[in-house]
Every structure is written in C-alpha cells, then in structure tokens.
C-alpha cells in the first residue's frame, strides 16, 4: 500500500428536488454575482434554469449566463466566459449540467482568477496558482467531474483535447438530483455509465500499491454500475438506478477508489482524449471502443489485477490458466458493453482512422503525456500506435 492523501471538500446535496436549495448553496459562498454556466437547450427546456435563477433571486444573489457549451468542450468558450465574466464582475461559477459543463466552468474560473493565458494549464506550460470557485447542479451522471479535481478542454485550432488537474478546481458544492438524468438518451446514459466504470478501472489496474478495503470498494462499485445499467437499459424511469448510477459517478472519480495505489494507468483516457479531439467522439463510447484492446495489450504485464477484475467483478470461474481467466474477463467487460450498446472496436464507434490519423493521434499522445504512459504497463508511441491499430477495425 502507498502513502496517500485523501482530499474531497465538496458538499453533496442529493436526492429528489435538491436543486432547490441551490440559491442558499450559493449565498453560502458570500458571493456576489454568479455565472450560470450550461450547454444546449435542455436545460432552459426542463425549465431547471429558470428554477435556478428563481432559487438564486430569491437569497438576492445577482446572476448573468452563458450557454452553449457542447460535448468536448471548446477552449472558444472558455474564452467568451472568462471575457463575459470579467465584464459582468462575476465572483462564482455555477456550472448546470454535465461533466462537459462542469469541466468548462472550471477552466472558466481558472481563467479568471489569473491573468495568464488558461490554455497554458493545459498545455502544461504552468501550474495554477488560484481559481474561482465553482459550483454544480449535475444534470448527467458520468464524469465525475462534480467532486474530481479534473476538466478536460478542447482547443478549437488543431483538435488538441487535455486534461489539467489541480484540487484549486474542486466544486464547493455538487447538487445532485436523480431524477434530472431521466430525460438523458439511452445512448448518453450508456455512455454515461462507461465513463464511471473507466475511471475506476483506470486505477484498479495497477500492479503497483493495492489496498485490500479499496479494492473491494472499486469492485463493488464497478458491479453496482453495470447492473444498474442494465436496468436503465430496459427501465430508463427507474429512479433507484438512476440515484445508485449517478452516486457512483461522483465517488468513481473523486479519488476514493485510488486509494493507497500508484494513482492509476490512465492509457485508455489519454488514448481516448485524441479519438475526441479528432473525431469529436461521445467520451465513454470512445473508452469502451479502446479499452479491450488496451487491455488484450497489456494483461500479461498486470496479470494478477486482470484475474481479480475477473473473478471478482466479472463473475468468471477462477478455473483455467491464469491468462485464460484473464482473457474471459476482458471478454466478458466486452460483452457487457455490447449488452448496453456500447462499442468495443473503432467500427462500432462509428469511425474510420486511416494509418496517417492513427499515427497523428499516437504522436499527439506522445506529446501529451511526455513520451511515455501507464502503470500496467509502461507504453510509448509505438504502443499507442500499436493499440489504435488493434482497435481499427
């Protein structure tokens, strides 16, 4: 087991009608002018914006606002809101929405808080030295973004997706009510329910520092998420799995399910962030796309997880040889993406990478990560390549 440091210092308000109390949330913050931070029409659809800013007039809390933000979220409009809310002398982010919103809002905040390009954070140029604060009333379970100290951001010129993590980012407060998500497409809460899986997978496979009590957590977690999945494949009212899916999203992915490892390999979401950033691809869609042949690359290296992650989440008999029980595993969390529509090769996702675009996004990936990635095993541009080419067909 690794020394580790547990930090998560957002306050959780969940259950049905929570949003209720986001004015006093925001009061609480002795801010003086909000901005409300959202993506598409929905949420001024559901009539949930108009809510919010009766909630926020009604503790005299001042509010300007700023749609737009889509999947993959643009550093276009990271610009606009930093601009808008230098103008409008906004002190407080309130993102409404999903991990999309989340993330932009905290670039948003880091924005405004120096006066330094916010791209150079990503481009890891700097490291932040402030960032406003931000709040969220989460409206798609996945991310995590609502309780992590992560925001990843898409730069419009060249497709460039990255990631930037810093615990100055993390939410003061995360709204969270189940019933909010019931209007999401199936497609989206599928999605949606592979992004929470990966980022306990992530650092679940590492051969390098385990804890026993996390890794029953992580198992645990990773089997409530698939059969609360299956339940919103077939019963997408049910608000139960909806309340289990989108409490597994925030505690996926504020650090719990990492502690006393290495932190984690984080190949899959690196080699995912490029498919993004070229293709403009639906997020757990493309980590369910990669992740077997991530996983077919590199099993005999973290051998012992992958037999874990078998018996233990996967429900594989523990008979055979080891490599055997491995690779039922990474079958058997294929078939299951399947189960709820999810792809597990590129031509399911929908795309078609040419040799040259496999070979950009394994130089980008390169350069992102500084030359090398992973824990269950160590990967360089030829293995990004290699793992891309795998995936292609």
């Known amino acids: 087991m690794f020394h580790f440091t547990y930090h998560t210092p957002t306050t959780v308000v969940f259950g049905k009608g929570a949003e209720e109390q986001t004015g ?28 919010i800013k009766a909630a926020l007039e009604a503790e005299g809390v001042a509010c300007t606002e700023l749609g737009g933000v889509v999947p993959n979220p643009r550093l276009s409009l990271v610009y606009q809101g930093i601009e808008l809310a230098r103008r ?9 929405g999903g991990g999309s919103v989340i ?51 898409t730069k419009d010129e060249g497709g460039i997706k990255r990631g930037y993590n810093d615990d100055l980012c993390r939410p ?90 290495d932190g984690g390999d984080w190949v899959p979401h690196g080699l995912e962030h490029e498919m993004g950033g070229m293709f403009d691809v639906t997020h757990g869609a493309g980590l369910a796309a990669i992740w077997g042949s991530w996983a077919r690359y590199v099993y005999r290296e973290c051998l012992d997880r992958f037999i874990s992650f078998a018996i233990n989440v996967m429900g594989v ?30 031509s399911e996702l929908g795309i078609s990478p040419t040799q040259e675009q496999l070979e950009k996004m394994a130089h980008m990936f390169h350069i992102a990560c500084g030359g090398k990635k992973g824990t269950a095993k160590v990967l360089m541009e030829a293995d990004f390549l290699n793992i891309y080419q795998m995936a292609n067909h």
């Not at 008979?319 to 792809?343: C, K, N, Q, V």
Request: proline fraction near 4%; charged fraction near 20%; aromatic fraction near 6%.
């Open 317 to 346: 008999p523990g008979s055979g040889t080891p490599e055997d029980i491995a690779l039922a595993g990474i079958e058997a969390m294929e078939d299951f993406y399947r189960s709820i529509h999810m792809p597990t090769c590129f």
């Open 172 to 261: 003061k407060f995360a709204v969270m009510n189940p019933e909010l998500t019931m209007t999401l497409p199936p497609y989206q809460t599928a999605s949606g329910c592979t992004d929470i899986l990966m980022h306990t997978m992530e650092r679940y496979f590492t051969p390098n520092g385990t804890m026993e009590l996390t890794d029953r957590i992580a198992e645990g977690l990773m089997r409530t998420v698939m059969d609360n999945a299956v339940l919103l494949r077939d019963d997408p009212g049910n608000y139960n799995a909806r309340a289990e899916i989108m409490w597994a999203g925030s505690l996926s992915h504020n650090g719990l399910t990492g502690c006393g490892s």
């Open 103 to 153: 993330d932009s809002s905290k670039a948003i905040a880091y924005g405004l808080a120096e006066e330094a390009d916010v791209w150079e954070l990503y481009d890891r140029v700097r490291k932040a030295k402030a960032c406003l604060p931000v709040g969220v009333v989460l409206t798609i379970a996945a991310a995590g973004s609502e309780m992590s100290n992560s925001s990843v951001i």
């Open 24 to 51: 006093a949330l925001v009061k609480a913050q002795g801010c003086r002018k909000v901005l409300i931070h959202y993506g598409g029409g929905s949420v001024v659809r559901s009539g949930l914006l108009g809510r």
């Open 88 to 96: 409008e002398g906004v002190d407080f982010i309130l993102a409404v």
